[in-house]
């Protein structure tokens, strides 16, 4: 039996000004399984991942990983996000380093690596993302979808337990989003265990063994990747309509 890596339950963010973004959710993610969660923008996909990476603090709920409760005071955050990969929609790179150097920076401070160790390690995720050509150059010489496969090979390069991608194609113009897909797609092959945030319903019903459809803060419906095929709530149902109309769903 498939060993649980993540357990978020009963998950609740309330913003200041009141904003109930989040409201009681709770699901599980096992070893080597990919989980896209889909939705209308600002039904709480984002703050979701950003709960569980602890980049914000739910109001309230439990998050789980392998069993150890890691949104508590006395947990140690950068322990936390060592562990968790996040890839973010704006990549997050460091303009001023190079490629090999923004891959190393977290083996060398976090994991403590030597110079020769985090360089041997970056080389090889850089070689799975398709880009050792491109070591030496600078973050603003790279297309939108060079930087967010090294963002990719910067968090796989930590060995994390489970994999956070938050609309990792969404700040990428059409013909650059393939390449992305395509080492995300690579990695659920490889069994990485990941969560995925994600507008693409196509890659979701492809990638993901399971879908959460979440709206207005609460999960209307998840299930296998069919559910996208076979729409049981009404709320998907309508959702998923407006997205094949291209339509904004309200």
């Known amino acids: 039996m498939p060993e649980n890596v993540l357990r978020v339950t009963d998950l609740h963010k309330i913003y200041a000004g009141g904003v109930h973004a989040v409201r009681g959710v709770s ?4 070893e080597g399984e990919s989980v896209a969660i ?19 603090e739910p109001t309230e709920g439990v998050v789980r990983l392998r069993g150890e409760r890691i949104n508590t005071p ?25 490629v090999l150097d923004n891959v ?11 110079k020769e160790e985090a360089k041997e390690r970056a080389l090889s995720v850089l070689e799975r993302v398709d880009l050792l050509d491109r070591i030496d ?22 060995s994390p337990e489970v994999m ?17 897909l395509a080492t995300i797609r690579r990695l659920a092959d490889e069994g990485m265990t990941m ?27 998840q299930g296998p990747s069919s559910i996208i095929e076979d729409p049981q709530s ?5 959702f998923l309509s407006a997205i094949s109309e291209g339509e904004e769903y309200q």
Request: aromatic fraction near 6%; charge should be neutral; hydrophobic fraction near 45%.
């Open 137 to 158: 150059a600078y973050p603003g010489n790279l297309s939108g979808g060079q930087k967010q496969r090294v963002a990719i090979a910067r968090a796989l390069a930590m």
């Open 234 to 238: 009404e709320r998907l149902k309508r």
């Open 74 to 98: 006395g947990a140690d955050v950068n322990d936390v996000r060592s562990r968790i990969g996040m890839v973010f929609q704006s990549f997050e790179l460091f303009a001023h380093l190079k």
């Open 195 to 221: 969560v995925i945030v994600t507008h693409e319903i196509s890659f979701a019903e492809d990638v993901a063994d399971r879908i959460i459809y979440l709206d207005e803060g609460v999960i209307a419906e």
């Open 164 to 180: 956070l991608f938050d609309e990792p194609t969404s700040a990428l113009d059409p013909e650059l989003m393939g390449s992305v």
């Open 104 to 114: 190393t920076l977290g083996l060398r401070h976090v994991r403590k690596m030597s």
């Open 27 to 30: 699901f599980e993610v096992n």
């Open 38 to 56: 889909i939705g209308p923008s600002g039904g709480g996909k984002s703050t979701v991942l950003r709960c569980i990476n602890r980049l914000i």
